[in-house]
Nanobody, 113 residues
């Protein structure tokens, strides 16, 4: 299981750090990622991180968000800064590996203008 947390209400320009805690070892996940879904829109990839540490970001996240994973704590993070109203969405974490594809419940991020 994955549990996302850290969402909340923040003003534009502010920062938030999301956490995604796994109930077991995240070493079983080759890829972990953060996705978001705004009202009326499809779920989209925000960023992902491979087990070797390679990261990928959506263009909208580049330069503002940083994804990381702490294998010892079985937790993945998303540090978000310079937040914009268009970042408002429910954020989900995902872990994908061999025969494994796990989604956590989302955490709401609301950015006010």
């Amino acid at each position: 299981q994955l549990q996302a947390s850290g969402g909340g209400l923040v003003q534009a320009g502010g920062s938030l750090r999301l956490s995604c805690a796994a109930s077991g070892s995240i070493l079983s996940f080759n890829v972990m990622g953060w996705y978001r879904q705004a009202p009326g829109k499809q779920r989209e990839l925000v960023a992902n991180i491979l087990s070797g540490g390679t990261t990928n970001y959506a263009d909208s996240a580049k330069g503002r968000f940083t994804i990381s994973r702490d294998n010892a704590k079985n937790t993945m993070y998303l540090q978000m800064s310079s937040l914009k109203p268009e970042d408002t969405a429910v954020y989900f974490c995902n872990g994908f590996g061999y025969l494994v594809d796990v989604w956590g419940k989302g955490t709401q991020v609301t950015v006010s203008s």
